[in-house]
């Protein structure tokens, strides 16, 4: 299983980034993802890279290590621009490149209409969203365009396995291998040492007054927890590094031990 690590775009300084992604790098992260906001939720005010052009400069500044967009809304960029877009960040990192797709939800709204565009019913988004990636997939075999990968997100271990099985039951009545869809979790991931660190985190974080339905456990936990979400074919964990600036090392060096 690969092991990726979200990074926050939400800043006007793009060395932020690139050095969180240099030190994800040093600590065996597989990739590093960025979400993709024309401002953060609810914050029109405050600043957002683009995930594309940030994420090509991560990639030629780190060789080897890969990239992903952690979603893109359909709708949200021309299908051609989109493409144009993705087929450059795969080229930069050696084919390295993931783009999620999705639909949106209440926050995509006002970044929608700061843009002048539509936010159409949910059954249209949805719809969009498959125009959108048969018209990527035609696009990069070289096909014109006439006109996946599922991610239960936040989910914990329980509620993940078995989405995990829903979805390969549904490809298998679809006619597909569940090899071919497999399933990918991500969430933001608090993890002590051990108890005693964990409780302390837990603490300061609830003192801030952030959210706490999150994924909390020790280093122990996370093993356990990878190991499960390993074993239903998972083929990414991608993790927000909440708590201390070393987390995102602990999670690698607990990973892949």
């Not at 932020?16 to 939720?41: E, I």
């Not at 999620?100 to 939800?105: I, P, Q, S, T």
């Not at 985190?201 to 927890?225: N, P, Q, Y």
């Amino acid at each position: 299983m690969k092991l990726g690590l979200v990074l926050s775009v939400f800043t006007a300084d793009p060395a932020k980034p690139m050095a969180s992604a240099g030190r994800a790098a040093a600590a065996g992260y597989d990739a590093v993802f960025a979400s993709d906001h024309l401002f953060p939720p609810g914050a029109p005010d405050r600043p957002s890279l683009e995930p594309y052009t940030l994420l090509a400069a991560i990639g030629a500044a780190n060789p080897g290590l890969g990239v992903g967009v952690l979603v893109t809304r359909a709708g949200f960029r021309p299908v051609g621009m989109l493409a144009k877009q993705a087929a450059a960040l795969d080229q930069v990192t050696g084919g390295r490149a993931v783009v999620g797709l999705g639909v949106g939800d209440a926050n995509g709204r006002a970044e929608h209409a700061a843009l002048g565009l539509g936010y159409p019913p949910f059954p249209e988004r949805l719809a969009l969203l498959e125009e959108t990636v048969l018209a990527l997939r035609a696009l990069f075999a070289g096909r014109p365009w006439q006109g996946g990968r599922w991610v239960p997100a936040l989910a914990g271990a329980d509620t993940f396995v078995a989405r995990a099985g829903e979805l390969a039951g549904l490809a298998t009545g679809a006619g597909r291998d569940p090899a071919e869809v497999p399933p990918t979790w991500a969430g933001i991931m608090l993890v002590g040492r051990d108890p005693n660190e964990l409780a302390a985190l837990e603490a300061e974080r609830a003192g801030k007054g952030l959210a706490m339905d999150i994924w909390r456990g020790t280093a122990d936990d996370l093993r356990r927890f990878g190991d499960r979400v390993e074993g239903v074919g998972a083929t990414w964990l991608i993790a927000v590094a909440a708590g201390p600036a070393d987390r995102s090392e602990l999670l690698a060096a607990t990973l892949r031990t």
